[in-house]
């Protein structure tokens, strides 16, 4: 679904899908660079890699999000997914057993998980994507934030990133996977502002089958 515009006769013409590829292909120019700006980079030439990549990636990202079957609504403003957000974040009635058995059934390399992230005074779920598996020792490694037991425990002594508290590993439900899509985030006093999800969790969010959360 599209928004803010709520009526879509001509949403599938030609020019209707090149004026809204446009506009999502500029709100995230406008986002990744401002992302990059504060970023410190040691290597130059990791810089120009990245710059040099985000033609490709945002383009691939615009399309899809014009393609893309979801029973959530693009911001065509904002390049963003849109849905209403629960009043307290979901991950507190995480259930250990079944968080197990759902990774043991259905882990597999580059599949995109959902990490619950306790951050100072706040919370948020973010998508990471699995790239080592450990069945004998039932445990999984996230592309960001390390090494997970099936069962959701964190397993990383301290957190990569600094501002992180913690994090849990959840099992995939169409609650959780909105609310990592759409950026919801929590503070003490409940709903706070939404935060605008980088490239990479925009384009693991288009993996997902909302049929299966898979």
């Known amino acids: 679904m599209l928004t803010p515009s709520s009526k879509q006769v001509d949403i599938f013409s030609d020019d209707k899908r090149q004026q809204h590829f446009a ?86 390399i580059g599949r995109c998980i959902p990490i619950h992230v306790d951050t100072l005074g706040a919370e948020h779920i973010e998508l990471d994507s699995v790239d080592r598996i450990d069945l004998e020792n039932a445990k999984l490694h996230a592309n960001k934030f390390g090494w997970f037991a099936f069962n959701g425990t964190f397993l990383e002594e301290s957190p990569r990133q600094i501002e992180v508290l913690n994090a849990k ?22 709903r706070a502002q939404q935060r605008a999800i980088s490239l990479r969790e925009l384009l693991l969010s288009l993996s997902i089958d909302w049929k299966t959360f898979k």
């Open 23 to 108: 506009e999502l292909c500029n709100a995230l120019y406008e986002r990744e660079l401002a992302s990059l700006s504060q970023q410190k980079f040691n290597n130059i030439s990791l810089l120009q890699r990245k710059i040099a990549g985000l033609r490709h990636h945002i383009k691939r990202a615009a399309y899809s999000l014009l393609q893309y079957d979801s029973p959530l609504e693009v911001d065509l403003h904002n390049a963003s997914w849109q849905a209403k957000q629960a009043a307290k974040c979901m991950a507190a009635k995480a259930d250990a057993d079944k968080t197990e058995q759902w990774y043991f059934d259905n882990v597999q």
């Open 169 to 190: 590993l959840l099992k995939p439900s169409k609650a959780i996977l909105t609310a990592a899509c759409c950026g919801h985030h929590w503070n003490h006093r409940g």
